[in-house]
T-cell receptor, first 112, second 112 residues
């Protein structure tokens, strides 16, 4: 079993829809949770970062962490065609916090 | 800032040849990471450095892979001899803080 599980999709939704992306993990030591966005043929770029549990909002994006369920989510409101990309969750523990473990990535397409 | 710079952007080589990938991190960043991305395995951490010192190389697949960081502004990942299963996109990333790793554009390697 992988430490981080993420449905690879693909996921296709109409413009303006609310998108929900999620990951589950098995390592209870994980404390740092990130979402990266990767456009085709580009490197990943950090989108959201959360430490420990709770919610974090940044514009149309909301990240949620539920450590009791070992489940993290990324919500995209009013989705735009420019949001079409692969979204990767990543996480790490306090010890060796720089060592990120990535999910497989979910490929998302927003249709105009 | 120019961001993380990687070269070459594309590399096609024949099995058995030596391949050298290069990376220039963002100035002032203390951490440097080498990742490999494939469709099957996703994004995997190969090795990372802190202040030019290798910290964790547990992700390096086998002895054919080696990485060096002779100074704060340059790192190499070498594969010798290369094999077709090494075909992947190799990313270099650098970081000055736990939560943000900046990725380069990647090197697309094809081993025939």
């Amino acid at each position: 079993q992988k430490e981080v599980e993420q449905d690879p999709g693909p996921l296709s939704v109409p413009e303006g829809a609310i998108v929900s992306l999620n990951c589950t993990y098995s390592n209870s030591a994980f404390q740092y949770f990130m979402w990266y966005r990767q456009y085709s043929r580009k490197g990943p770029e950090l989108l959201m970062y959360t430490y420990s549990s709770g919610n974090k909002e940044d514009g149309r994006f909301t990240a949620q962490v539920d450590k009791s369920s070992k489940y993290i989510s990324l919500f995209i409101r009013d989705s735009q065609p420019s949001d079409s990309a692969t979204y990767l969750c990543a996480m790490s523990g306090v010890q060796g916090a720089q060592k990120l473990v990535f999910g497989q990535g979910t490929r998302l397409t927003i249709n105009p | 800032d120019a961001g993380v710079i990687q070269s070459p952007r594309h590399e096609v080589t024949e099995m058995g040849q030596e391949v050298t990938l290069r990376c220039k991190p963002i100035s002032g960043h203390d951490y440097l990471f080498w990742y490999r991305q494939t469709m099957m395995r996703g994004l995997e951490l190969l090795i990372y450095f802190n202040n030019n010192v290798p910290i964790d190389d547990s992700g390096m697949p086998e002895d054919r892979f080696s990485a060096k960081m002779p100074n704060a502004s340059f790192s190499t990942l070498k594969i010798q001899p290369s094999e077709p299963r090494d075909s992947a996109v190799y990313f270099c990333a650098s970081s000055g803080q736990i939560e943000t790793q900046y990725f380069g554009p990647g090197t697309r390697l094809l081993v025939l």
